[in-house]
């Protein structure tokens, strides 16, 4: 793996990071920092060995294909090498799925997560506390996006419900991040509030 530098379409020079620290690791070890968000989840910005694609595939019609794929290829690494100089440049196009309105296709995120989730519980059960982290971080960016139309209250619903499935096992988890722990709490206060703290965090994240 390596890092990777974002830009615009109207992008000039493009500064880089030059420094490279390399990183070795077990597949166990790329599994949970997945589950703590520690890692990318993209497809890109990796080579892998062919044979790790022997039984995983990317699922077919659904958006987010790379988040429902990339844990289940760290889970078969033996070894993950890591580093932080930017080698792959991702140009960030208008119309891009991280650029466009919701629509219920972003559901499928959700049906992912659910597939994460149950993986996570039949391969990794040590990781299980570990995973809730990922899912929530997950279910708040759909929270976030969702529109509180009549056309997507069905959505609104279900990604509030698993919101609350996942925010117990959060607040309880010691090592899952203070921002994540604040998306559990505020869940409890107002869904409402959670999906304003989600566009606050997006607008600084940018």
């Known amino acids: 793996m390596c890092n990777y530098k974002k ?15 390399v990183e070795t690791f077990p597949g166990t070890e790329g599994v949970r920092r997945f589950c703590y ?26 958006l987010y294909e790379d988040y429902g794929t990339t844990y289940k290829v760290f889970f078969l ?21 991280m650029n466009s309105a919701f629509s219920m296709k972003d559901m499928d995120r959700a049906d992912l997560t659910e597939e994460f989730l149950a993986f996570i519980h039949d391969h990794c059960p040590d990781l299980s506390k570990a995973s809730y982290t990922r899912a929530l971080i997950s279910y708040a960016m759909l929270l976030r996006d969702c529109p509180g139309t009549e ?14 499935e996942c925010r117990k096992q959060v607040l309880h988890d010691a090592n899952s991040p203070f921002v994540v722990k604040l998306i559990a709490v505020t869940s409890v206060i107002s869904m409402n509030l959670t999906k304003i703290l989600g566009k606050i965090m997006k607008c600084v994240k940018k």
């Open 37 to 62: 968000q520690k890692i990318h989840q993209e497809a890109w910005g990796k080579l892998y060995k062919r044979a790790l694609f022997e039984h995983v595939r990317f699922p077919v019609g659904k």
């Open 7 to 21: 830009f615009s379409e109207e992008a000039g020079s493009i500064d880089t990071l030059n420094e490279e620290i």
């Open 151 to 164: 056309e997507y209250k069905a959505c609104y619903h279900r990604i509030s419900f698993k919101i609350r």
């Open 77 to 97: 690494c033996n070894k993950i090498v890591r580093g932080e100089k930017e080698k792959y440049f991702y140009r960030v196009r208008t119309g891009s799925i």
